[in-house]
């Protein structure tokens, strides 16, 4: 076999991926509790392990107008194009293999004059971890927890990531207060793989 040869495709090799978010990012933590005093009772916790972003806490019942609330999310800043990528794609465990997570992202038109407009996307992990891919095109618009129409996700103009975890999406006899524990890997890509 040539050497030479074989060297040239290694080094022309590219990873079809593209970092998306990692541990090191500025995350913020956001509850019912940060963000509606008043009603709120949410709590949440972040660590930064080395390899993994340990995301726990406490998920209240709060009542509203359409039944059971209460939110806890982690979010971090992403000013990047997205609009050459098929997936979001990264690996997560959870405390409890029946707690859906959702994962939100927002672009230039967050802000509405009826409330913050987000991307959803839910998901489910065992209690091993587990590779979780996602299409970029299944993301749904939501203001205020409610689907809406009339929005798509601009891919060119995203600007944050958030793992969230919402009452209104759990099992109607899920615990109350529900403990949960997710742990997301060291890195979020995007990537065109199937």
């Known amino acids: 076999m040539n050497s030479s040869f074989a060297n040239a495709q290694i080094s022309n090799f590219e990873d079809p991926r593209l970092t998306l978010s990692t541990v090191e990012a500025d995350w913020l933590i956001k509850t019912d509790k940060t963000e509606r005093p008043q009603v709120g009772s949410s709590s949440a916790t972040l660590l930064k392990a080395e390899n993994e972003l340990q995301f726990q806490g406490e998920l209240a019942a709060i009542q509203g107008n359409e039944g059971l609330v209460g939110f806890a999310l982690v979010e971090a800043p992403l000013p990047l194009d997205l609009s050459a990528y098929k997936y979001i794609e990264f690996y997560a465990k959870s405390k409890d293999p ?15 004059d009826t409330g913050t407009l987000t991307f959803e996307q839910e998901f489910i992990v065992g209690t091993e971890w587990t590779k979780v891919k996602l299409p970029l095109s299944h993301f749904r618009a939501k203001i205020r927890g409610r689907l809406v129409d009339g929005f798509q996700l601009d891919l060119q103009r995203v ?19 529900l403990q949960f524990a997710l742990d997301i890997g060291s890195q979020v890509y995007v990537t065109n793989q199937e």
């Open 98 to 112: 029946g707690v859906v997570y959702t994962l939100t992202l927002k672009d230039e038109q967050a802000q509405q």
């Open 159 to 177: 600007r944050s990531l958030s793992f969230q975890i919402n009452r209104s999406n759990q099992e109607a006899g899920s615990p109350i207060p």
